[in-house]
């Protein structure tokens, strides 16, 4: 398979035909005895991986008769893998591994059927890597709870900012799946660790609201029982007005009785089909979505109705935070955008149910490719959060730029909120630690269609495998999981493991450089986001603005003068945020409205730092593309030719917004380049 389908599964056959013999001749028989389709699935990727790396079938054998090979199973359902690791059970929670291995003999233990499976999945890592070793003790238990997917897909096949072709699971308005394509796609979550997908669009439209009633219910179950062989729990985003919309019934008010029972009714009939169903993501009162602000009621009154509904079950209820004026007037200055979220939810905290976690976006804004954190982290002690990230590139490429982001989600994850005297980075408030919250987690949008490659730039793949690795360790740095993509999915030749990291590790640097200075978002055409349009939302409701005029630009959102949004962050950051001295050059113009002479911590101005990094983010866009072409003769055509076409479309692409983004900043300061190159 050269077309990327494999993605970072592909495990490739050992080169070195000496070491393959080796290590084959250590992996030849295999003892698993129990019954689960888990387990099941665990030993059949275990037997395709050792058949494609080592060129070794595996032979099957009685756990209590193996003296050489590998032993997998759940301390509760396999005598020898109790006796060879079981003293690790305790410390493994139910989602952890033990993997040990001495003498000939590697046993992969778990308290759960899914965490053998991820023991599996490592193991193979390992082998794949190159770093199996003879002698060998691991252990691994996820850093958080919930670990989960969201897709953006429509029943009508569409996927909502999706840039790598239709949905796998829907077409025509019907749900329709070739079951292996979607055994695929959840073989591939779960490799990295995922446990949780919301299988639909956050925007619920009319047919889709329709998934929690039959006949669909039952399709929808189709698709669960698949994810669940994987250890991955099928969630759904419903449309908080399904009352009237399904149900016929004339309100949907969250405090009206047969409302509540009309959701308890819908949760009976959801567990009778998914026993195991996660629960439900929801949209409401954002972008035109309905929401318990047409009762009067607020976000934890409708949360919690539901969350009662699903609570007999175990079912939990996700609730999205993304709630702002997205009619607002351009000309009122008042109303800031940045704030909405705190200004919603945080006089809120402490009244969600125990089942209610709060979805927040990383930044106040919408996924732009630099922003602040939410000050929502860290300020909301007695409530649940999940942090949400896009992997799909709305704002960031779409996939036809190359925007590899986890080290963008890496320095989000380790922001210090100065929420306990102890250090309080976000990572160790969204998984639980810090406020001993019971739920937490990620989520984050998918960027997968049914390309074949999954995700239409081959290198994007490496956003989704990072999304899923950072998930169940925050503490890998972005290299390490760059270098892990690299040599599974494209193969472990040296040159091409280290040409591939420097792009992906440059190049949410190069992207930011040519596109967003200083913290301006949303510089991009309305609706789609792609391409330069410096004003494409200056002046319409969206409350996206940069506020450029001759003088200067940038927002001000000082306490001081502005808007009042630096003072939600604790502390320290509220100081530095406020302080034009102080703020960080990167989120200078989120913070401040400057004149263009503004003099940056960096010594120069803010309108020669623009030309500066697009004069140079354009060129580097371009050994961007030269480089993936030093790699011709070490890749497969499919996989090399889909990056090439793309690659060197965003060096062209990367011109036209040097060009664009220079050519209105002259006109508007009228200061030439210091350096005299071309601006139009
Ligand atoms: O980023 C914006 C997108 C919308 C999306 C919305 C959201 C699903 O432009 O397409 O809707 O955010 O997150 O709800």
Same mark, same amino acid.
């Given at each position: 398979?050269?077309?990327?389908?494999?993605?970072?599964?592909?495990?490739?056959?050992?080169? =070195?035909?000496?070491?393959?013999?080796?290590?084959?001749?250590?992996?030849?028989?295999?003892?698993?005895?129990?019954?689960?389709?888990?387990?099941?699935?665990?030993?059949?990727?275990?037997?395709?991986?050792?058949?494609?790396?080592?060129? @070794?079938?595996? %032979?099957?054998?009685?756990?209590?008769?193996?003296?050489?090979?590998?032993?997998?199973?759940?301390?509760?359902?396999?005598?020898?893998?109790?006796?060879?690791?079981?003293?690790?059970?305790?410390?493994?929670?139910?989602?952890?591994?033990?993997?040990?291995?001495?003498?000939?003999?590697?046993?992969?233990?778990?308290?759960?059927?899914?965490?053998?499976?991820?023991?599996?999945?490592?193991?193979? %890592?390992?082998?794949?890597?190159?770093?199996?070793?003879?002698?060998?003790?691991?252990?691994?238990?996820?850093?958080?709870?919930?670990?989960?997917?969201?897709?953006?897909?429509?029943?009508?096949?569409?996927?909502?900012?999706?840039?790598?072709?239709?949905?796998?699971?829907?077409?025509?308005?019907?749900?329709?799946?070739?079951?292996?394509?979607?055994?695929?796609?959840?073989?591939?979550?779960?490799?990295?660790?995922?446990?949780?997908?919301?299988?639909?669009?956050?925007?619920?439209?009319?047919?889709?609201?329709?998934?929690?009633?039959?006949?669909?219910?039952?399709? !929808?179950?189709?698709?669960?029982?698949?994810?669940?062989? &994987?250890?991955?729990?099928?969630?759904?985003?419903?449309?908080?007005?399904?009352?009237?919309?399904?149900?016929?019934? *004339?309100?949907?008010?969250?405090?009206?009785?047969?409302? %509540?029972?009309?959701?308890?009714?819908?949760?009976?009939?959801?567990?009778?089909?998914?026993?195991?169903?996660?629960?439900?993501?929801?949209?409401?009162?954002?972008?035109?979505?309905?929401? *318990?602000?047409? &009762?009067?009621?607020?976000?934890?009154?409708?949360?919690?109705?539901?969350?009662?509904?699903?609570?007999?079950?175990?079912?939990?209820?996700?609730?999205?935070?993304?709630?702002?004026? +997205?009619? @607002?007037?351009?000309?009122?200055?008042?109303?800031? %955008?940045?704030?909405?979220?705190?200004?919603?939810?945080?006089?809120?905290?402490?009244?969600?149910?125990?089942?209610?976690?709060? @979805?927040?976006?990383?930044?106040? #804004?919408?996924?732009?490719?630099?922003? *602040?954190?939410?000050?929502?982290?860290?300020?909301?002690?007695?409530?649940?959060?999940?942090?949400?990230?896009?992997?799909?590139?709305?704002?960031?490429?779409?996939?036809?730029?190359?925007?590899?982001?986890?080290?963008?989600?890496?320095?989000?994850?380790?922001?210090?909120?100065?929420?306990?005297?102890?250090?309080?980075?976000?990572?160790?408030?969204?998984?639980?630690?810090?406020?001993?919250?019971?739920?937490?987690?990620?989520?984050?949008?998918?960027?997968?269609?049914?390309?074949?490659?999954?995700?239409?730039?081959?290198?994007?793949?490496?956003?989704?495998?990072?999304?899923?690795?950072?998930?169940?360790?925050?503490?890998?740095?972005?290299?390490? !999981?760059?270098?892990?993509?690299?040599?599974?999915?494209?193969?472990?030749?040296?040159?091409?493991?280290?040409?591939? +990291?420097? #792009?992906?590790?440059?190049?949410?640097?190069?992207?930011?450089?040519?596109?967003?200075?200083?913290?301006?978002?949303? #510089?991009?055409?309305?609706?789609?986001?792609?391409?330069?349009?410096?004003?494409? &939302?200056?002046?319409?409701?969206?409350?996206?603005?940069?506020?450029?005029?001759?003088?200067? !630009?940038?927002?001000?959102?000082?306490?001081?003068?502005?808007?009042?949004?630096?003072?939600?962050?604790?502390?320290?950051?509220?100081?530095?945020?406020?302080?034009?001295?102080?703020?960080?050059?990167?989120?200078?113009?989120?913070?401040?409205?400057? *004149? &263009?002479?503004?003099?940056?911590?960096?010594?120069?101005?803010?309108?020669?730092?623009?030309?500066?990094?697009?004069? =140079?983010?354009?060129?580097?866009?371009?050994?961007?593309?030269?480089?993936?072409?030093?790699?011709?003769?070490?890749?497969?055509?499919?996989?090399?030719?889909?990056?090439?076409?793309?690659?060197?479309? @965003?060096?062209?692409?990367?011109?036209?917004?040097?060009?664009?983004?220079?050519?209105?900043?002259?006109?508007?300061?009228?200061?030439?380049?210091?350096?005299?190159?071309?601006?139009?």
């Amino acid at each position: 398979d050269t077309s990327g389908y494999k993605a970072w599964l592909a495990l490739h056959a050992r080169a =070195d035909e000496a070491q393959r013999k080796r290590e084959a001749a250590r992996y030849d028989w295999l003892a698993a005895c129990e019954q689960h389709d888990t387990i099941a699935a665990a030993v059949s990727e275990l037997r395709n991986g050792i058949r494609s790396i080592l060129g @070794q079938e595996l %032979r099957e054998i009685d756990p209590n008769r193996i003296e050489q090979g590998i032993v997998i199973g759940t301390f509760d359902g396999n005598e020898r893998i109790r006796a060879l690791c079981g003293d690790a059970s305790e410390q493994l929670g139910a989602e952890g591994f033990a993997i040990r291995a001495s003498e000939g003999l590697m046993a992969i233990g778990a308290n759960t059927p899914s965490g053998v499976l991820y023991g599996v999945f490592h193991l193979l %890592r390992l082998l794949a890597l190159g770093e199996l070793t003879e002698n060998l003790s691991v252990m691994e238990r996820p850093a958080n709870g919930l670990r989960m997917i969201n897709q953006w897909d429509n029943i009508d096949g569409s996927i909502e900012r999706g840039y790598a072709g239709q949905s796998i699971f829907y077409a025509n308005d019907a749900i329709a799946f070739q079951p292996e394509r979607v055994r695929d796609y959840a073989r591939l979550l779960a490799s990295v660790g995922l446990n949780a997908i919301a299988i639909n669009n956050v925007n619920v439209h009319r047919l889709e609201s329709g998934f929690i009633t039959e006949p669909l219910l039952s399709r !929808i179950a189709e698709l669960a029982a698949i994810f669940r062989v &994987y250890g991955i729990r099928l969630y759904l985003s419903v449309n908080f007005a399904s009352p009237i919309e399904v149900g016929g019934l *004339p309100t949907a008010d969250p405090l009206a009785q047969d409302v %509540r029972l009309w959701w308890k009714e819908r949760a009976d009939d959801i567990y009778r089909a998914i026993p195991d169903f996660g629960g439900f993501l929801v949209k409401a009162d954002s972008e035109n979505r309905p929401g *318990p602000f047409t &009762y009067g009621r607020n976000h934890a009154d409708g949360a919690n109705m539901l969350a009662e509904a699903l609570a007999p079950y175990g079912g939990l209820v996700i609730w999205r935070c993304f709630v702002y004026d +997205c009619k @607002q007037d351009w000309r009122d200055r008042t109303t800031d %955008r940045a704030r909405a979220a705190y200004d919603h939810f945080m006089p809120l905290d402490g009244t969600f149910h125990p089942n209610v976690l709060l @979805q927040i976006k990383n930044g106040p #804004m919408d996924f732009q490719v630099r922003e *602040p954190v939410s000050p929502l982290f860290g300020a909301m002690e007695r409530t649940n959060q999940l942090i949400e990230f896009q992997i799909t590139q709305e704002y960031t490429g779409q996939q036809r730029h190359l925007c590899y982001l986890v080290p963008q989600w890496k320095a989000v994850l380790d922001f210090e909120t100065f929420a306990c005297h102890e250090g309080a980075p976000v990572k160790r408030i969204v998984d639980g630690t810090v406020f001993g919250r019971p739920y937490g987690g990620f989520a984050a949008v998918s960027n997968i269609g049914c390309d074949e490659n999954w995700t239409g730039h081959p290198l994007a793949q490496a956003n989704l495998y990072g999304y899923g690795r950072l998930a169940w360790n925050p503490e890998l740095s972005a290299e390490t !999981i760059a270098a892990e993509w690299a040599a599974q999915a494209i193969g472990p030749d040296p040159q091409a493991v280290d040409t591939i +990291c420097t #792009m992906l590790l440059e190049s949410l640097d190069i992207y930011e450089s040519y596109t967003a200075p200083l913290g301006v978002g949303w #510089m991009v055409n309305p609706e789609h986001h792609y391409g330069p349009n410096v004003d494409g &939302y200056e002046y319409d409701k969206w409350g996206t603005y940069h506020f450029a005029d001759r003088y200067g !630009i940038g927002v001000d959102r000082t306490v001081a003068s502005g808007t009042g949004y630096a003072g939600q962050y604790i502390g320290d950051n509220a100081k530095a945020f406020e302080s034009l001295d102080r703020c960080p050059d990167e989120l200078l113009l989120f913070f401040h409205h400057v *004149p &263009y002479t503004h003099k940056l911590q960096s010594g120069v101005t803010v309108i020669q730092h623009i030309y500066n990094t697009h004069f =140079d983010g354009a060129e580097r866009a371009g050994e961007l593309a030269r480089k993936w072409q030093s790699l011709r003769h070490l890749m497969p055509d499919g996989l090399y030719l889909a990056a090439e076409a793309r690659l060197l479309e @965003q060096a062209e692409h990367a011109k036209e917004w040097r060009d664009r983004i220079n050519t209105y900043f002259y006109r508007k300061s009228g200061i030439a380049d210091a350096w005299g190159r071309t601006i139009y």
